[in-house]
């Protein structure tokens, strides 16, 4: 009976790795094509798998060669997500700071003054 959940277990374990490669894929490829939501919602979807696994504890498939393979295979991914991430970032940042650049009141009078001088 001990050695069948243990079994179950190893296979709930690597269907959710399957699972967290699959929407690591996928959140790469939509932080490619600059879909910010649909990246966001599928990383949401990855946390709770991640948190899935913590949960069951099982460490046994991460020591398989395919645990391992699949593993390897993530993590290029997961770089590749986080320089296109960090990009966006940067450049969300900078149109933020352009777009409040014209929130200055000093910046807006001064324009009312050299058209008043017109």
Not at 21 to 48: P, V
Request: charged content about 25%; glycine content about 2%; overall charge positive.
């Amino acid at each position: 009976m001990c050695d069948e959940i243990m079994v179950n277990d190893d296979q709930v374990v690597a269907a959710l790795w399957k699972k967290f490669y699959t929407l690591t894929e996928e959140m790469y490829r939509f932080i490619k094509r600059n879909d910010i939501d649909t990246f966001f919602d599928l990383l949401q979807q990855r946390i709770q798998i991640q948190k899935k696994i913590e949960q069951l504890g099982n460490r046994t498939y991460q020591k398989t060669d395919a645990g391992k393979a699949l593993i390897a295979s993530i993590n290029p991914i997961n770089m590749k997500i986080r320089s296109l991430a960090q990009s966006w970032l940067i450049r969300t940042r900078n149109k933020n700071h352009m777009v409040h650049s014209y929130d200055n009141p000093d910046i807006m009078s001064l324009g009312f003054i050299l058209n008043r001088k017109m």
